[in-house]
């Protein structure tokens, strides 16, 4: 099955974030190898004085992806409208992700702001996916809205510390009629396929990768443990119990009476 | 001409009548690029038809890397 947002389809369910690689030939390595379709970029100003300076989009196939531009940057809900206008007056993308911090610490989005910017931008035409907590009840509101995809964190961006509210997550998953993507905290492939065996439909991560120690070895990774854990998903975990239960039969033991 | 782009106060010697000249000037005409002119944001093919005069302000932008 595949991934569907909005009228877009998906074969991958790893959306890959394009910040903090070593440089330009590792990134383009390991985006290669995630075979991610999604990839997310900010904007910001350029150095207009450096007209060499290279761009990561003049490396790769643009026609191979589709532009997940974020609004990082934004505090506000208008700031984040303008800088989703700037973006999609590139002509290159498809979606928007609402990002609009509420806290400089701990990066984690003010559920006010995305509200209202996802709101707004719906009103706009755009494909919307709000990056925001791991709230249920936001998350229901967003969804209500008429978000195209609910992007809850696994915990603060970039501090790869996984999972640390499962039930919740699992909560937003099971009461969302549209796609949820795991955005922020993910740290290592165990994250990435429990992310997706609690039933998540992908995985958005960015340092993960680039800030490994071999980022194309790990983007890899990723691919591999979404893959794996989807499949555990759609396959069906067995339920826990308290006590043993032997796999081999107990009828025709040869040894002892 | 004195244009305000980015924050900045920028001098420049030709006179500069649209925004594609502006680009061509700074080297900037086969950029991945977007443009906000006196706070209207312009689609590439406006470009070369978009005046522009002493004074004006603009954002140029592009896309970096993020998640």
Redesign the interface.
């Known amino acids: 099955m595949m991934l569907t947002i909005n009228d877009q389809q998906f074969q991958s369910r790893l959306f890959l974030?394009?910040?903090?690689?070593p440089n330009f030939d590792v990134?383009k390595e390991a985006v290669d190898v995630s075979e991610t379709e999604v990839l997310?970029?900010?904007?910001?100003?350029?150095d207009?004085?450096d007209?060499?300076q290279p761009?990561?989009?003049?490396k790769i196939d643009m026609d191979r992806y589709q532009?997940l531009?974020?609004t990082?940057g934004a505090k506000t809900a208008e700031e984040a409208v303008r800088t989703a206008?700037?973006?999609d007056?590139?002509?290159?993308c498809d979606m928007i992700k609402v990002e609009v911090i509420g806290c400089d610490k701990t990066l984690l989005p003010d559920p006010v702001e995305t509200l209202k910017a996802t709101e707004m931008l719906l009103d706009e035409g755009f494909t919307v996916l709000p990056y925001t907590s791991d709230d249920v009840v936001l998350a229901k509101k967003l969804e209500d809205l008429g978000a195209h995809a609910i992007m809850p964190g696994a915990s603060p961006?970039?501090s790869g510390q996984g999972i640390i509210n499962p039930l919740n997550l699992q909560f937003i998953i099971e009461q969302a009629n549209v796609p949820v993507i795991v955005d922020?905290g993910i740290g290592s492939p165990k994250d990435a396929a429990h992310a997706m065996e609690l039933g998540a439909d992908g995985v958005?991560?960015?340092?993960a990768v680039s800030g490994s120690d071999d980022p194309v070895k790990m983007a890899q990774a990723m691919k591999q443990a979404i893959e794996a854990g989807r499949l555990g998903y759609e396959a069906g975990r067995i339920a826990k119990k308290d006590y043993a239960v032997a796999s081999s039969p107990k009828e025709g033991i040869s040894v002892g009476k | 001409m004195k244009l305000h782009?980015?924050?900045d106060v920028?001098e420049l010697e030709q006179q500069m009548s649209t925004v594609e000249e502006l680009l061509t000037h700074?080297?900037?005409q086969e950029?991945?690029?977007?443009i906000?002119h006196n706070q209207s944001?312009?689609?590439?093919e406006d470009h070369s038809s978009r005046e522009i005069q002493d004074g004006d302000q603009f954002?140029?932008?592009?896309?970096?890397?993020?998640?």
């Not at chain 1, 974030?17 to 690689?21: E, I, L």
């Open positions: 974030g394009t910040g903090k690689y990134q997310t970029f900010s904007v910001r100003r350029m207009i004085f007209p060499e761009n990561f989009l003049e532009f531009p974020n990082a206008k700037l973006a007056a590139s002509g290159l961006i970039g922020a958005l991560l960015n340092t | 782009i980015n924050g920028i700074l080297g900037l950029k991945p690029l977007i906000e944001i312009l689609k590439k954002e140029i932008v592009h896309f970096v890397g993020g998640g």
